[in-house]
């Protein structure tokens, strides 16, 4: 088994990523189980407390579910693996249990916390074959999300202005692009968008990109499973750091999508996958 860590922004698709990814036999990401950050204290004999990025909700559910599993006698990679195969196993609010005797890949779905500068080097030190996914979202459309999500149960970018919510999406960007910098060939990015519209291929890609065959059955579900979200996105004042990054992952700020128009692209795609 290796490790392997979702990176970007959240709002951007990362938990119907990890759900059409836990299709495949070999694969289980854990949804926002907090488990690098807990370790990173763990060994340190620091007290648990919040990330500053995030919220500690994952952090108290891995805990109280599995904070028994934790031994200061193991490495932190044997330590990760016995939390986060138990959370598999055993189920969690988010995730329903299984059993995947054949694993290969094991990882965590926490996009803020996997490009800390004090969490990355803790992974590169002790996960040294770590690879990443990095999924993306055009930013006003993760804003609009955020918006959307703090409506109800949201935990995070609370009290944020769209222009503030745009410069954060910015920030944990421009953490990813260093990275890839650092870690050439062990990233590998793909945008929602498409995920959403051409889910087979680019769920065929990152299997190819973990050394994995592609698994039919999960391709077909997860192109089922998968359309784009119906909700508008206003276009936004953005900086030029933003503008820069966006274009470079092929967005155009000019044009945000309509209500209208984003309910046809949902729509669409929704009843020519049905029909696919």
């Known amino acids: 088994m290796r490790p392997l860590f979702i990176i970007g922004n959240k709002r951007s698709g990362t938990s119907q990523f990890v759900r059409i990814l836990n299709l495949h036999p070999e694969v289980f990401i854990a949804h926002e189980a907090d488990l690098i ?71 965590d779905k926490k996009p803020f916390q996997h490009t800390d500068p004090q969490l990355v080097p803790f992974i590169l030190e002790h996960f040294p074959d770590a690879l990443f996914l990095h999924i993306i979202r055009h930013p006003c459309a993760v804003t609009a999300s955020s918006d959307h999500f703090n409506r109800h149960d949201g935990d995070f970018w609370q009290g944020l202005s769209q222009e503030e919510k745009v410069r954060r999406w910015t920030f944990h ?75 470079r992952h092929g967005y155009d700020l000019e044009k945000p999508a309509g209500r209208l128009r984003s309910l046809g692209a949902h729509w669409y795609w929704k009843l020519a996958k049905r029909f696919h």
């Open 37 to 107: 950050w807990i370790l990173h204290q763990f060994y340190r004999q620091q007290p648990f407390t919040v990330h500053p990025w995030d919220s500690d909700k994952g952090m108290k559910h891995t805990l109280a579910a599995a904070g028994h599993l934790l031994q200061r006698d193991r490495t932190p990679w044997e330590n990760f693996q016995a939390v986060i195969k138990f959370l598999m196993e055993q189920g969690t609010p988010w995730l329903p249990p299984v059993s995947k005797p054949g694993l290969r890949w094991l990882g």
């Open 173 to 247: 960007e421009q953490r990813v692009a260093e990275m890839k910098l650092e870690l050439p060939g062990r990233i590998h990015s793909l945008r929602y968008e498409d995920l959403c519209r051409r889910t087979e291929l680019e769920l065929s890609g990152v299997f190819h990109f973990l050394g994995l065959t592609p698994d039919a059955r999960a391709l077909k579900n997860a192109a089922r499973q998968t359309v784009p979200a119906s909700r508008a996105c206003a276009k936004i004042n953005c900086p030029a750091e933003t503008l820069e990054l966006a274009t």
